[in-house]
């Protein structure tokens, strides 16, 4: 087929990172794939998809939604893709607004639920009747988890039939071989019988990074060192946090070398207030690490607890010292859930898997061409 991958967004993010790997997959599938994205930080990457053979090209989709439809139609027009695939809200209101007698097939991965992202109430509406409206025009509406389906059919009223859940995929084995070879920048040194908790993900509210550091405080272990990596506006707080509560805490800022990073820590810890299902989670158990992890949206339909990892209560700093101390402390459990963990993204969580999960999708087939 030949199918154009569209996404609103080119920050650093899981769902950019996803997008990028299943263009490449289903490039290395033989279909002809182009991404269409907007100017930004994550640029770079996907214009690196050439080498897999993926056409990508920039338009305007962070400005006015007409602007946006009309570069998306003509390029439609152009190159008579089989298949529109979107990503975020923007992408799916833009190729909605294509129109119904488009001659291809229309697919959205809903990535996030705005419901909970977005703190005002008025725009939280105004996003609900786009999607709404959007989702009524698409052949397929495919949730990254369970979780994510489930608020597209009671929040937004998208008919079940229409909703295939094709999970976030990572490339595992490319993951692991990026672990293996070590950290490509500088890593703060940790004394004998050191141990390193890891959080990686953008600083910020949602994603919780000061119950890290307080329950490495609540612990009272002088081996414990805390590493951050990510960027975001909560840095100089938690910096601030990490001196009041006397904890030994480095933040990392952004790092190309995250599997080196999942490696060398003792225990990955996604403390997230709520996530549709987190990439780095997902990767952490590729390399068959111990994940403590809240109990918030998709987190548990990759990890199980007291099987692949350990789950704990939002916000319940107690909860999650406790299972951080197992984790330290069991190293034959540890090792046992971490590979639980590998083998359950190996069988669940691959983006050749979620290639075949939106390829096999009945709504999605091609249509016929005319002579």
């Not at 939604?65 to 390029?75: D, G, I, K, S, V």
């Not at 225990?267 to 403590?292: F, I, K, M």
């Amino acid at each position: 087929m030949r199918i154009l991958e569209v996404i609103d967004s080119a920050t650093v993010g899981g769902a950019e990172e996803n997008t990028a790997l299943l263009a490449a997959a289903l490039a290395r599938r033989g279909h002809v794939v182009a991404l269409a994205s907007p100017e930004g930080p994550y640029t770079d990457r996907f214009d690196a998809l050439r080498a897999h053979g993926v056409t990508t090209l920039r338009l305007p989709l962070r400005g006015p939604l007409r602007a946006a439809r009309a570069e998306l139609l003509a390029f439609a027009r152009q190159w008579q893709p089989d298949l529109v695939h979107s990503h975020m809200l923007r992408a799916d209101v833009a190729v909605a607004m294509l129109g119904a007698r488009t001659p291809f097939r229309r697919a959205s991965s809903v990535h996030n639920i705005f419901r909970l992202e977005v703190p005002s109430r008025p725009r939280r509406a105004l996003y609900r009747l786009l999607a709404a409206w959007a989702y009524r025009r698409f052949d397929a509406v495919l949730p990254v988890s369970a979780f994510v389906g489930e608020y597209l059919r009671s929040y937004l009223h998208v008919p079940a039939g229409r909703i295939a859940v094709v999970p976030n995929g990572i490339d595992a084995d490319g993951f692991r071989t990026r672990a293996a070879g070590g950290p490509t920048s500088s890593v703060p040194p940790t004394p004998p019988g050191g141990r390193v908790l890891l959080s990686v993900g953008r600083l910020d509210h949602n994603k919780g990074q000061e119950l890290v550091i307080e329950a490495a405080a609540h612990l009272r272990r002088p081996d414990l060192r805390v590493w951050l990596a990510g960027t975001g506006p909560r840095d100089v707080r938690l910096r601030a946090l990490a001196r009041e509560r006397g904890i030994a805490c480095e933040l990392l800022g952004r790092r190309d070398d995250v599997p080196a990073l999942m490696a060398r820590a003792d225990v990955v810890v996604q403390p997230s207030r709520w996530e549709a299902l987190p990439n780095t989670v997902l990767e952490a158990l590729a390399l068959g690490r111990p994940v403590v992890a809240t109990a918030t949206g998709g987190t548990p339909e990759a990890v199980e607890h007291g099987r692949t990892g350990w789950l704990v209560p939002v916000d319940d700093v107690v909860a999650l010292a406790r299972a951080v101390a197992q984790a330290l402390d069991d190293p034959a459990l540890a090792r046992a859930l971490g590979e639980a963990g590998r083998r359950r993204v190996d069988e669940r969580f691959t983006i050749a898997r979620a290639a075949e999960l939106l390829l096999s999708h009945p709504g999605l087939q091609p249509p016929q061409r005319g002579p």
